[in-house]
């Protein structure tokens, strides 16, 4: 999905829409505490843009998202987005192997949506604290974005 | 940079013994970060780590409570740029890199390049302590 003008509560709030058109799948790197929610592999001229301490989106030079990535997810991210470390996240991750993809089964629906709120409530969190508004959100958003 | 059939090998600027990138680790990255690939790849990685704007500290306990791992990350900030306000975006390289005492040596858990990035975003305070800020 490309960026469009001024939106980036569009954006995040069609996360889940995105993810299932890009069918992006969820991965964890258990050396680095990373967790991917991206597809299983992104194009070669994407870049990681950091929007919080802890999340950051694949965007790629026309401005559309192939996925996001949490860092440290279980040492920090999971530890205040508590709804979704009640889910069998933890569980799905540990049966995974390291680096793969990981399955949800009948859950799949439900993580995600709640993955989503708690991407969109870290970004606005830590932007909020920065003293960042929506505007220069969006003006972040379409930094890297080549005409 | 020097390579072993396992490692790539690098020099870096606090650490008396060589930073390992297992070779396995590598390859499993470039999927979802492709801008590690190849000689410039690799070249930036022993860039970040020889001459680093920030290096950081935290420890890891991801698994087994008592098995607290030792981690840092070098960030070399390439790019600094002003939008207004007092705000600035940032390009720069992230290292991080876990103690692994069974082999005596520090190894690379995963590079990460941000571009165009919040200044705020960049270092996780929640959990790492600044241990050198060349900047």
């Known amino acids: 999905m490309a960026m469009k003008k001024n939106d980036f509560l569009n954006l995040i709030d069609n996360l889940s829409a995105t993810a299932k058109k890009g069918r992006w799948e969820f991965f964890y790197d258990k050396l680095a505490d ?3 929610w991206s597809k299983k592999k992104v194009s070669s001229e994407t870049r990681l843009k950091k929007l919080s301490r802890e999340t950051s989106l694949y965007v790629n030079p026309s401005g559309a998202i192939e996925g996001l990535m949490i860092q440290y997810f279980r040492n920090n991210f999971l530890e205040h987005n508590e709804n979704l470390a009640k889910t069998s996240i933890l569980k799905s991750i540990d049966k995974a192997e390291n680096g793969e993809q990981i399955s949800f089964g009948s859950k799949k629906d439900e993580v995600e949506a709640l993955f989503s709120e708690s991407v969109k409530s870290d970004i606005l969190k830590d932007a909020l604290e920065a003293n960042y508004t929506l505007k220069d959100l969006d003006k972040v958003l379409r930094a890297s974005v080549r005409a | 940079m020097r390579e072993t059939p396992e490692d790539y090998l690098f020099q870096s600027l606090t650490h008396s013994r060589p930073v390992a990138f297992t070779k396995n680790n590598y390859a499993r990255h470039i999927p979802r970060h492709p801008y590690i690939a190849g000689k410039d790849g690799l070249a930036r990685i022993e860039e970040a780590l020889l001459n680093p704007s920030v290096i950081t500290r935290y420890t890891q306990s991801p698994h087994i409570p008592k098995a607290k791992r030792r981690c840092q ?24 890199m876990i103690e692994n005492k069974a082999h005596r040596r520090w190894e690379i858990a995963t590079v990460l390049a941000g571009e165009d990035s919040p200044e705020y975003a960049m270092i996780n305070t929640k959990i790492e302590t600044i241990l050198h800020d060349y900047r």
């Open chain 2, 73 to 96: 990350a070098f960030y070399k900030i390439l790019k600094r740029r002003d939008i207004g306000g007092g705000k600035f975006l940032l390009d720069y390289w992230q290292v991080i």
């Open chain 1, 34 to 36: 990373s967790l991917y």
